[in-house]
């Protein structure tokens, strides 16, 4: 069983729709929780960071974490074609740089216009 | 500002051939790191770097040797290229204490035949 378990999709949505993306994980130690974003062909960035347990806002994106059911999830409020890409969760035990991320393998998301 | 910039993009090897992945950095990040993507298996990391002068290997470290040249740079070489070894490999950044917050370059597309 991997340590970071992610539905791979893809999940097609209409625009507007809010999207609801989610990880599973094993390791009780995980403090540190990542969304990344990755369009095809290009690098993955950083969209969205918390630790702990509870939820970050930024703009559409919600990021929550419930760490008694070792579960995240990142909302996507009034999507939109651009949203369309991979969505990775990422996460670590501690925030030194010795501390490994342990990605999920990804969701594939399209936004249909 | 470039971030993290990753040369070759593409590449074509055959089998047993020899190959250095550069990449270089302009934050003024301490930690480098190099991962590996494949379908099904998610992002997972090769070598990195704590800090100029240390390198560590990572999940997946066989067949691999990195270089820390100084805190820009940090190369990727494979010594006899095997067919397994047919990959996207991408050069991330952090700052040390940062949360694991990773910033990662375009990616390079190996291929191994």
């Known amino acids: 069983q991997k340590e970071v378990e992610q539905d791979p999709g893809p999940l097609s949505v209409p625009e507007g729709a809010i999207v609801s993306l989610n990880c599973t994980y094993s390791?009780?130690?995980?403090?540190?929780f990542m969304w990344y974003r990755q369009y095809s062909r290009k690098g993955p960035e950083l969209l969205m960071y918390t630790y702990s347990s509870g939820n970050k806002e930024d703009g559409r994106f919600t990021a929550q974490v419930d760490k008694s059911s070792k579960y995240i999830s990142l909302f996507i409020r009034d999507s939109q074609p651009s949203d369309s890409a991979t969505y990775l969760c990422?996460?670590?035990?501690?925030?030194?740089?010795?501390?490994?991320?342990?990605f999920g393998t990804g969701t594939l998301l399209a936004v249909q216009p | 500002n470039a971030g993290v910039t990753q040369t070759p993009k593409f590449q074509v090897l055959k089998t047993g051939q020899s190959m250095t992945l550069q990449c270089a950095q302009d934050m003024n990040h301490n930690s480098m790191y190099w991962y590996r993507q494949d379908p099904g298996m998610g992002l997972r990391l090769i070598y990195y770097?704590?800090?100029?002068?240390?390198?560590d290997k990572g999940e997946v470290p066989n067949g691999y040797n990195v270089s820390r040249l100084n805190k820009r740079e940090f190369s990727l070489r494979l010594e006899s290229a095997a067919p397994s070894q047919t990959s996207v490999y991408f050069c991330?950044?952090?700052?040390?204490?940062?949360?694991?917050?990773?910033?990662f370059g375009e990616g390079s597309w190996l291929t191994v035949v």
């Open positions: 990422a996460m670590s035990e501690g925030g030194g740089a010795t501390n490994k991320l342990i």
């Open positions: 390791n009780s130690a995980f403090q540190y």
């Open positions: 991330a950044t952090a700052e040390l204490g940062g949360g694991n917050t990773i910033y």
């Open positions: 770097s704590a800090s100029e002068g240390t390198t």
